[in-house]
């Protein structure tokens, strides 16, 4: 092996690319060569460096691009498409049946009924399965997926949507789990946090907590993560509480979100703590959360600058 | 340094259970082929990260990175019903990365000739900059480093190709293997070796006298 094609090797060994054998032979040239061996030493200096300049992910980046995804998609779901044309059929047709069918009454009802039992089956939705009383047919909210096959035929996947109430204790499962779903209803951040003021109470439920932890960390309106904070005072000592206060702290892009999640966290008086504040200390450039944090460090007596 | 180690890209520890159970990556395509939204966030968080940090990187920029994060997973939910696993997820996502990122850098060079892109670039450097306490304590090897050298390579990187930065960072930092960066951008992996070995020569001679 001649010095040049070890100049061009020395780098694909370094990167860890080439075989067992290539790399053999060039490890022979390098124990012979002094000043090959030496470029191997500078490279492998250089691409040290390389590493310091890696570029860091600002904090709260990669939560905001989630939420402004999740917004997007919502947004892409909600297209004018096919959807909608069905979703106009069906109200047309179930809502407001066409005139000449109403003096048929009855009947013609029944057969439009019996038309959408079978065509729209009553199997699909959260609300069926826990036993909601029946209510006005369904329309289609969305058609997912159309696949036509050879023989002519389509298959079409959508979701229905029937209006329906239920009156019930807050401690009726039912109830709760309705609770569950409006609080992550993306369409409505004002249901959003209703529903959370509601289930406040239940925190002593595992579903409960865990959904408001998911709010929490998740949900794209900062008023509504607020309030899932707020219910979730009474928990600042469990694990998972704390465990997701910590990430929401060195993540959210709400500063009132941030300086409520120092002083819970700062309520449990664990000493692991301190290193989260530390690490928020980094990064932080709200002044307001950073004074609130560095008070609280001192609060707990723990140095600033050390971890 | 990040090197041979790495097989295949650094994913974190969600990826890490994707891949053991290689199964589930498929049958999470498939449910979210067939309009299933939670099994598409669960991909999602799967490459996100990673996806950002490539983005960031590259463009070195939290604005241009959130701008390809977000039009990267878009096209990604627009195209995923027409996916046919003839490739790998991983391959097929990082494609519609890169060309992203390409597109952004290409952007950049146009704007760089019509008027004067380094003030925004050095702005961006100074933001670094105004921070230099928090950076000491969060890494002391950034404080090491002198400015003079930081501003270097931050130029080397600057003044490679787009291409010759894609694969660099693909390898340097994302770790992953030229055969399957040349699978990604559409090329050879003797190709991307050249990208690599011509990368590392413009790092050498701009920053030779530091080694
Ligand atoms: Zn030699």
Known sequence: MNCETARQQIVLLIYGELSFEEEEILESHLDACVECNQERARLEKLSSFADLAESEVPA??????????????????????????????WQKWFVNPPMWMRPAGALAMLAVGFFGARLLPDQSSALSQIGVSQGPPP???????????????????????????????????RIR???????????????????????????????????LLNVLRADTNSGVRLKALDALRPYAKDPDTRKTLAQVLLSDDNPAVRTQAIDLLVQSKEPDVAGVLQQLLQNEENGYVRSRSQKALNDMKASVGTF | MKTGATLALDHGPCRAVGQNLGMDEAALIRAAQAGDQDAFERLVRDYDQSVLRLAMNLLRSPEDAHDVYQEAFLRVYRNLPSFRFD??????????????CLDHLRKRKVRKTESSVVETEEGSIDRMDSVPEQRASSDPQRALLSS??????????AGMTPRERLVFELRHFQGMRLRAIGETLGTTEEAAKNCLFRATQKMRSALGEFV
């Open chain 1, 60 to 89: 709260g980046l990669l939560a905001r691009c989630r939420r402004d995804l999740t917004a997007a998609l919502e947004q892409e779901r909600r297209r004018p498409s096919l959807s909608s044309i069905f979703r106009g059929f």
């Open chain 1, 139 to 173: 329309t289609i909210s969305k058609v997912r997926l159309v696949n036509p096959d050879n023989s002519g035929q389509v298959l079409v996947h959508y979701d229905e949507v029937r209006p329906r109430e239920l009156r019930g204790n807050i401690n009726d499962d």
């Open chain 1, 177 to 211: 789990r309705l609770l569950l779903a409006a609080a992550a209803d993306p369409a409505d951040p004002g249901l959003r946090v209703d529903s959370i003021d509601i289930l406040k109470s239940q925190t002593s439920d595992n579903e409960v907590r865990h959904a």
């Open chain 2, 87 to 100: 490739c790998n997820f991983n391959t097929w996502l990082y494609r519609i990365v890169t060309n992203l």
């Open chain 2, 148 to 157: 003079e050298l930081r501003t270097r390579i931050q130029q080397v990187l």
